[in-house]
């Protein structure tokens, strides 16, 4: 091959090609990029048209391919022995060669290309001198095959390719008229024209198609960066209401827990290690909600990345609920617990925390002064959590009336995120139980430290759990 360049030389280089010579290399550049292709080890083949949603498109290429071969093989074999007097052999051969690939084409056109651009030099060349009054240089099928697939190379090559195929057609027609038999009727405008013009109008329908697919992808993205930017605005909005509505009453419940030793004379040492209870309660409150806050206010909602209470805060969990005015019984067996806690999960740990929370939570808002019972235990591959309340042992006012459920619900979801099992449930005697059965290790794919469970969201129906409304 030349070693001429392909683009003008850099100013002080000497001059570059002339405008002709530049041409020739240009198409020297587009035969050898075809005759790579062509040469090049076979891809997994995807049929034209696969891409489209509609069975019947799908369906199209193959069908009108497997027609066109139906009648152009007879056809095409007739007309070479009876119009150009080919013996019937070499017509028959020819037929297939010119007709079959067009089924090829389907999958991989360019191949077909090189097969039937062969084929049909080979026929014109055979046909010479009998042409008289007939069409030449190509006949009426070769004509008609081509231009079909011409159709599929247009939906699967590229510019630089199609240019290249249409060269060669050029060339090879221009040649082949040279030899035409006087009197005969030249198809050479025909098939230049034709051919050039269903590659040009291909190209311009795959382009446009491919435009519309890019346009639609990228309104795919923007509608996933809209839906992005709302949630990150409800998940800030969410946070602003939970600084103005929630951390601002518990910074004030901690300085007037702190601040009631100096405003109020003669406390009694009771009423003051009270009121450091509350103050010390209230300010763990409000580190959790700031930790909170900046999970809802990061883009990154990964998780906290400061540590998270586990088991070994139960008893000041036990102690603030007795401060509370709820007697508590605590069962932890410290030896099993120790050796057992080398290879809890944190996830679990957090999750048992949590239940433990949330149960003992609602026994002072629903059955005030009722004995309640916390049993932590383990088998070594699953932890057992189980808080037990009695009935409370007067008729008061609860805290809250009614129950809106939120807890029951989110211990369901803490539960089946670790993949456990969760029963709770009122007690024949009118006390209220809550038994969480907790895998040792977290499921695969389960975060470290997972997001906080939404208090308001509702349980999945198939999770492997039982819930009655709170006593």
Not at 288 to 307: I, K, Q, T, W, Y
Request: aromatic share 2%; with cysteine.
């Amino acid at each position: 091959m030349s070693t001429t360049p392909t683009s003008p030389q850099p100013s002080g280089h000497g001059p570059g090609p002339a405008p002709g010579r530049r041409s020739v290399v240009l198409v020297m550049d587009g035969l050898r990029h075809t005759g790579s292709l062509l040469t090049a080890p076979p891809k997994r083949p995807r049929a034209l048209l696969a891409d489209s949603p509609r069975a019947w498109v799908r369906r199209l290429p193959p069908l009108v391919a497997l027609a066109l071969v139906a009648i152009l093989l007879p056809v095409t074999a007739h007309l070479l022995t009876n119009h150009y007097a080919i013996g019937v052999g070499l017509a028959i051969l020819l037929a297939v060669a010119q007709a079959g690939p067009l089924l090829l084409a389907v999958t991989r056109p360019l191949r077909a290309w090189g097969i039937i651009a062969v084929a049909d030099v080979t026929g014109a060349v055979a046909a010479i001198g009998s042409t008289e009054s007939r069409p030449a240089p190509w006949t009426p099928t070769i004509i008609i095959g081509y231009l079909a697939l011409c159709v599929a190379l247009s939906q699967r090559e590229g510019r630089r390719t199609l240019g290249a195929v249409w060269l060669a057609t050029l060339a090879a027609t221009a040649v082949l008229t040279e030899y035409n038999s006087p009197g005969s009727h030249s198809t050479s405008a025909v098939t230049i024209a034709l051919s050039g013009g269903v590659l040009l109008l291909g190209t311009l329908v795959k382009e446009r198609r491919e435009a519309q697919h890019k346009l639609a992808e990228q309104e795919t993205i923007n509608e996933a960066e809209r839906f992005q930017r709302t949630l990150l605005e409800e998940r800030a909005r969410i946070a602003r209401e939970l600084h103005d509505v929630v951390a601002h009453h518990m910074s004030v419940i901690t300085v007037q827990a702190d601040s009631a030793a100096y405003r109020l004379p003669d406390l009694s040492p009771e009423t003051v290690r009270e009121f450091e209870s509350i103050a010390a309660g209230a300010r763990e409150s409000l580190g959790e909600m700031r930790r909170l806050l900046s999970v809802l206010r990061s883009e990154d909602a990964a998780g906290e990345r400061v540590p998270q209470p586990g088991l070994d805060r139960l008893r000041q969990l036990a102690d603030a609920t007795v401060r509370a005015g709820v007697p508590v019984v605590l069962s932890l067996p410290e030896i099993t617990l120790v050796k057992f806690l080398t290879r809890l999960s944190p996830v679990v740990e957090l999750s048992a925390y949590r239940i433990v929370q949330e149960a003992l939570a609602n026994v002072v808002r629903h059955a005030p002064g009722a004995r309640t019972e916390v049993l932590i235990s383990t088998d070594g591959d699953h932890l057992t959590v189980v808080v037990v309340n009695r009935p409370a042992p007067r008729r008061a006012v609860p805290l809250e009336l009614g129950s809106t459920g939120h807890g029951l619900r989110g211990m369901a979801e803490r539960v089946r995120l670790v993949g456990g099992t969760l029963d709770v449930g009122p007690l024949p005697d009118g006390g209220f139980r809550v038994a969480a059965r907790l895998p040792v290790a977290e499921p695969r794919g389960t975060t470290a430290s997972p997001p906080e469970p939404s208090s308001t969201s509702a349980a999945n129906p198939e999770e492997p759990c039982r819930t009655w409304p709170s006593a």
